[in-house]
T-cell receptor, first 117, second 113 residues
Framework: AQKVTQAQTEISVVEKEDVTLDCVYE???????LFWYKQPPSGELVFLIR??????QNEISGRYSWNFQKSTSSFNFTITASQVVDSAVYFC??????????????FGTGTRLLVSP | NAGVTQTPKFQVLKTGQSMTLQCAQD?????MSWYRQDPGMGLRLIHY???????DQGEVPNGYNVSRSTTEDFPLRLLSAAPSQTSVYFC????????????FGQGTRLTVV
């Protein structure tokens, strides 16, 4: 079965520090998709990025960057120069195809990031 | 742009009561689903639908019922609420395309006393 592990339960940093959130996944599929979602204190889930298993190129979007390494089954997320607004719970998720074609999301347990001024 | 709309945002039920959580999307997405979020467990799939009239069970379906009569709506029914169903419930929708991201509603915080 698919599994996503986010070993860091909570991380506290001071504003402007860089922080990396770890995500390790398990799957037997050769084609799969990985996602990161952000859950701010208001509670909604905000999509951040999708990566498919054939694209190992790292991605940068502003202060956010993602490092996908199939060799270690990891999809880590780095925030550079963190800001208070980055305080949230971050979820890593892996798609699992169902027999109906539906793509179930298997979520990690989340990492709570606290950025203090 | 409404996206995925869930109602209500908060609800308190007594054990044994029934209720329906509403979910509607205006993006013409084929797939819709319900997840529950519990502390330390991430989100888990309850039920999902791949189109109007087609539903299937997810990981934790017991105690819940769904139906999908239209593309837009996917209500979740709690048949006889139990304290174990205290949770935050999220409705999601997505296109049929493989690997597409899911769009989530704002969540419903349900407490069963």
């Amino acid at each position: 079965a698919q599994k996503v592990t986010q070993a860091q339960t909570e991380i506290s940093v001071v504003e402007k520090e860089d922080v990396t959130l770890d995500c390790v996944y398990e799957t037997r599929d050769t084609t799969y998709y990985l996602f990161w979602y952000k859950q701010p204190p208001s509670g909604e889930l905000v999509f951040l990025i999708r990566r498919n298993s054939f694209d190992e190129q790292n991605e940068i979007s502003g202060r956010y960057s993602w490092n996908f390494q199939k060799s270690t089954s990891s999809f880590n997320f780095t925030i550079t120069a963190s800001q208070v607004v980055d305080s949230a719970v971050y979820f890593c998720a892996l798609s699992e195809a169902q027999s109906t074609g539906f793509q179930k999301l298997v979520f990690g347990t989340g990492t709570r990031l606290l950025v203090s001024p | 742009n409404a996206g995925v709309t869930q109602t209500p945002k908060f609800q308190v039920l007594k054990t044994g009561q029934s209720m329906t959580l509403q979910c509607a999307q205006d993006m013409n997405h084929e797939y819709m689903s319900w997840y529950r979020q519990d502390p330390g467990m991430g989100l888990r799939l309850i039920h999902y639908s791949v189109g109007a009239g087609i539903t299937d069970q997810g990981e934790v379906p017991n105690g819940y019922n769904v139906s999908r009569s239209t593309t837009e709506d996917f209500p979740l029914r709690l048949l006889s609420a139990a304290p174990s169903q205290t949770s935050v419930y999220f409705c999601a929708s997505s296109y049929r395309e493989e690997g597409t991201e899911a769009f989530f509603g704002q969540g419903t915080r349900l407490t069963v006393v």
